[in-house]
């Protein structure tokens, strides 16, 4: 099992910046990835990025590329999404999520991650 904490989420103005923190704890070293998933309402689940626990390796969203980046802190098993240049359309909850995937073209579906956090709301004012 693997527990996954989200915190970070908040209110702010468009142009703004957030950072996301995302503690895992538990059996983690079976997972190869981590992931951050954001979800509107009404709106499917939307893959946003993902870092390698070992290698730093990652991926984005072409929505947030350039304006988010991912990082992970690995002696304190914790993930982190920094959010610069907030747009009201980044409003959302937001996920972290663990994947055993290797592949680099699967982090984006959210099929393929096995634990979630709860969320935390971010919302983006205009």
């Known amino acids: 099992q693997v527990q996954l904490v989200e915190s970070g989420g908040g209110l702010v103005q468009a142009g703004g910046s957030l950072r996301l923190s995302c503690a895992a704890s538990?059996?983690?070293?079976?997972?190869?990835?981590m992931g951050w998933f954001r979800q509107a309402p009404g709106k499917e689940r939307e893959f946003v990025a993902a870092i390698t626990w070992s290698g730093g390796n990652t991926v984005y969203a072409d929505s947030v590329q350039g304006r988010f980046t991912i990082s992970r802190d690995n002696a304190k098993n914790t993930v982190y999404l920094q959010m610069n240049s907030l747009k009201p359309e980044d409003t959302a909850l937001y996920y972290c999520?663990?994947?055993?995937?290797?592949?680099?073209?699967?982090?984006?579906?959210?099929?393929?991650?096995?634990?979630w956090g709860q969320g935390t709301l971010v919302t983006v004012s205009s």
């Open positions: 538990g059996r983690i070293f079976n997972s190869y990835a």
């Open positions: 999520a663990t994947t055993p995937r290797v592949l680099v073209n699967l982090w984006k579906r959210y099929q393929e991650y096995d634990y």
